[in-house]
């Protein structure tokens, strides 16, 4: 069964933090992790990853993929209130039932 | 206009009710999916389509059923709904280069 687990599920932070939220997988056909954020509606794209190992950037966001650990970091600097959100990790599968397999989430709350 | 568009966004109905939410997109994809999500859950696949013919069940199924009524139109239908039912239900159709999945903006439907 494709499993994609998140941690922590929630954290707390002051302005200004840096964060790393951790996401690992376990999914068939592996093809690539997606990260989104997502605030009062639907999620927004952040990253996608694959096992070249290429780290992504976006300002104060980068995330990297490690395809011997299976697993995948997000981390945002000097954190802003703005930045406040589920951040979702997903799992794509590749062939002839591709789909994405998520995470339960991590619940950032950045406080001024 | 949004890319992927699902009516109603607000829905609250009684036990036992037949009820319907539709997708529609202009994103010209051939994949399309319904997510359900809960909170502390994540996202949960329901059901998948990848053309008119083509029709796949997610991890939760039961319960719940789809029609693909053309490339641009996939509905999923609860021919008797429960109370356990009850959540925030997203739409996407993902690019099939990049696996980038584009959301609606939700249907939040509460069963009594």
């Known amino acids: 069964e494709d499993k994609v687990v998140q941690s922590p599920l929630s954290l707390v932070v002051h302005e200004g933090d840096t964060v790393t939220l951790n996401c690992s997988y376990e999914?068939?056909?592996?093809?690539?992790l997606l990260w989104y954020k997502q605030e009062k509606k639907a999620p927004t794209f952040l990253f996608m990853l694959?096992?070249?190992?290429i780290e992504k950037k976006s300002g104060r966001l980068s995330s990297i993929l490690d395809k011997k650990e299976l697993s995948s970091i997000l981390n945002i600097t000097a954190t802003q209130t703005g930045d406040s959100a589920i951040y979702l990790c997903?799992?794509?599968?590749?062939?002839?039932?591709?789909?994405?397999?998520f995470g339960k989430g991590t619940k950032l709350t950045v406080n001024p | 206009d949004a890319d992927v568009t699902q009516t109603p966004r607000n829905r609250i109905t009684k036990t036992g009710k037949r009820i319907m939410l539709e997708c529609s997109q202009t994103k010209g994809h051939d994949r399309m999916y319904w997510y359900r999500q809960d909170p502390g859950l994540g996202l949960r696949l329901i059901y998948y389509s990848f053309d008119v013919k083509d029709i796949n069940k997610g991890e939760i199924s039961d319960g719940y059923s789809v029609s693909r009524q053309a490339q641009a139109k996939f509905s999923l239908s609860l021919e008797s709904a429960i109370p356990n039912q009850t959540a925030l239900y997203f739409c996407?159709?993902?690019?099939?280069?990049?696996?980038?999945?584009?959301f609606g903006e939700g249907s939040r439907l509460t069963v009594l």
């Open positions: 999914v068939t056909n592996f093809r690539s």
């Open positions: 694959t096992s070249s190992g």
């Open positions: 996407a159709t993902v690019g099939a280069n990049t696996g980038e999945l584009f």
């Open positions: 997903a799992g794509r599968t590749q062939g002839g039932s591709e789909k994405l397999v």
